[in-house]
DNA sequence: GTCTATATACCGATAGAC
DNA sequence: GTCTATCGGTATATAGAC
């Protein structure tokens, strides 16, 4: 591995861990065991650091999405997996997803990439918006209103229960407050 | 007012709009128009003055919650509320609730803020509950399921508008959102 | 209660040698 | 690419005069 790509995931660890602000350079050396201008080497400033984390996150969530969404057999399990996605990012209840963890920093974070996370946020709601839409036409989740009503709620739920669940360092809070809407889903057939 | 109640007012809005990390006794001192040595008269560290923060906003919450309760006609007019509560306090877009300000930031704060923070959390949620339990009664919302799992959804939900709001800096995110939710409430009779 | 002055620590970032 | 050394800025917090 490059050490672009280990700072990187150290970052990436430590931002959804600590926040964005409560990590520093410092930290990043010492988790990488080089030098504080040398990781300057690598991302000039913090601006460039968040920006290239955001970029990468994007991609790769996005990618796993589509990835979901073609192997699912129902919009319903499809939606099953983007709660376990967002579950499990929360890991003991120590760590949040990166957006949220941005969102929750907009202080500190320069104008670039907080676009960037705005278009993250778009993304996901529009692929929220598919599957809502996919269920009007299986049947898979019960009582779909407007999708894109739809999309906007659950997002916002998620990114809520998460930011619950981590503040109270207990996981459980976010089965919980997902739990009711769970239940719409309608697993049936394949898994 | 006296300079404490001052402080705290200050305290308060700068927590909301920039965070609890991105304000300092500076900023403070600016802001009142005295020293930053003569804020630690007053609040002699910072943790004192974020435990001191989330005492006066409970207190001040959960009185109008109880006020609203015994204001309205049917739990779906408290609901209403509650949302309009929330929103208002997002301003145009660039401001949080001091819960969602504090959750943001776990790191920073101390044990002792956080866990008046949780305590907050119970108390609203309760509130949520027993207001679903109420229209079980009167009938005013559609569909109510189990009043916990309805209050924990919709706690989660309102914070999380919060924050996707507050990030875009829009707030109408929020009002989307939830609009599903608010589909659900029957006003009816009274207001 | 408020002030000036200061202590101590850490931050992001840069210069320049190797 | 990585290093040592350092700059300028800001943070929380304290000492002691008034």
Redesign the interface.
């Known amino acids: 591995m490059t050490m672009r790509a280990d700072l990187l995931n150290h970052a990436e660890t430590l931002a959804r861990t600590?926040?964005i602000?409560?990590f520093s350079y410092a930290d990043l050396a010492a988790a990488t065991g080089i030098r504080k201008a040398s990781v300057h080497y690598h991302f000039a400033t913090k601006a460039d650091l968040t920006l290239a984390l955001i970029e990468d996150y994007s991609t790769r969530i996005v990618e796993t999405l589509d990835h979901m969404k073609d192997q699912s057999a129902n919009a319903a399990s499809a939606l099953a997996g983007f709660l376990s996605l967002y579950r499990n990012a929360l890991g003991d209840g120590d760590s949040l997803c990166l957006c949220?963890a941005?969102?929750?920093?907009?202080?500190?974070l320069p104008a670039t990439t907080?676009a960037r996370?705005?278009t993250f946020?778009h993304d996901v709601t529009d692929w929220l918006a598919g599957q809502f839409q996919r269920a009007r036409e299986d049947g898979s989740i019960r009582e779909v209103?407007?999708p894109r009503?739809?999309a906007?709620?659950l997002?916002?739920?998620?990114?809520?229960?998460?930011?619950?669940a981590?503040?109270?360092r207990n996981s459980d809070?976010f089965t919980?407050?997902?739990?009711?809407?769970s239940?719409r889903l309608i697993m049936g057939v394949t898994q």
Chains 1, 2 share one sequence.
């Open positions: 600590r926040g602000d409560a949220v941005f969102s929750a920093s907009t202080d500190s907080l996370v705005e946020r209103t407007d009503k739809e906007a709620a997002f916002a739920l998620v990114e809520g229960a998460q930011l619950v981590r503040a109270a809070r919980d407050a997902v739990s009711q809407f239940d």
